[in-house]
């Protein structure tokens, strides 16, 4: 028997317990399976009274289509129409288990722990039924725990958003805000090369996120406001991105340039919305990029509107908590010398990213470097020529390196390649610092002139990407 008889039966049994067992709640149902029977609030059908409300509804109806989506088994009746405890409603295309107590005992004959494990459902069912005794050694608290919530699956995350943003003032809103499902964040923590520091910091999170009703019941409430500071490319981002995904959280995104510098009437309304939106995506992470937007505009007292504003973005930060909302608030900044204390002193982590020192420059090229072959790699060595160089520039280095030796159609570097590489990001920092210096275009033509003799003319090409997201 294939595995992919087993993971419809699995589908089956699940849906038919699930159907029965009324204490079951959507976090019993592997994601796979719920995205399937997930629906939208507003979708009409909804029954009366109770209001629209997005859920899951019993009976849970195992079509093939659905089986389909749910296990990626391509022909699922084919993959089970051949046991004996399996039917096929030919009308409604419904798959059934005739016999269900001889389904559970084929399934037991060949589903292991780790199965199990990955689905609630089963786990209680197989634990609460003597019958099976000691057939698996999962319970079904032990299963819920390794399930990721519902909260984390982009289907209730567009089906909040739908029904709270209905009309197109909303939905331009939600252009500002980003909002990404902790399945679709591609960083973990371990991709990321961390100082003992900031990892004692994200550890501490990581737990009073996970005991937040502890530190609610003993009354501490002053926690889950950080501030990230440190230079472009330093992974303040990515780390925000990383916890989201470790944590099972929604990722909520908004750069305060954004919102401000496109509907400037708009920005207090703007700002309320943001933290209205995390609120409702709760438990979730609020990611509040360049925060030292809020100090600029600040000290320019040229708009009122954006005073407004800001007075609003400081009294939302004071009105959302960790403990009492379920709001993780990270901000980041690349100035932490623009904020005022009035910003300053509502982070109650200031958790520092700075430039990468020799050693984490190594990890960060070994970490980096995982998936490509490189001959006679000496990450040390790069590491050394690197000083001042950030995370971000040294993925850059290595996509130079990568690209370059595509280009003689080679998909193993050497370590030559990126020697090669660190030095044109140098040409080309130099570059950039050169077109800084404002309205001197004698120093622009010199500068061309000076990547051109250096590096045989193709210093200049490169001047167009370094869009690493400033
Ligand atoms: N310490 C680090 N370890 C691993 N990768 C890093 C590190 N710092 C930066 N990077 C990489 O550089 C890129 C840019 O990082 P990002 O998080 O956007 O920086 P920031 O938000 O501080 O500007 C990301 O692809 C990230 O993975
Ligand atoms: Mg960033």
Redesign the pocket.
Known sequence: MSDAALDVVEFLLTTSVYSDDRTLDENDLPPSFRQVFWTASGDGDGGQGAPDRSGISRPLSATNSAARAATGVDQPWDAVSELMFTERDEFSGTVTLAEQGMAERWFVERADDERLRENPTLAKHFDEHDEYGSAFDVDHEEARDRNRPIQADRVWIDGLLEEYFDDEEDEEMLDLVEVRAPEEVD?TLD????TDGQEAEIDKISKAIEHRDYLAQIGLREIGKLL?V??????????AQALARDMDLPFVEVKLSMITSQYLGETAKNVDKTFEVAKRLSPCILFI?EFDFVAKTRRSDEHAALKRAVNTLLKSIDNISLIEDDVLLIG?T?HPDQLDDAAWRRFDEIIN?PK?DYD?RTD?LR??TRQMRIEEFDPQLIAEITEGL???D??MVLREAVLEALTEDRTTLTQEDLLNAVEEFEERDTLKNMDMIEGDHDALVAGGDLGKASDGGHGHDHDHDHD???
């Open positions: 960083i991709d990321l090369v961390l990230f440190g230079p472009p490319g330093t992974g303040k981002t990515s780390t990029d980041a690349n990213f990468p984490m960060i970490v980096i950030t995370g971000s040294l993925r690493h997201d400033h």
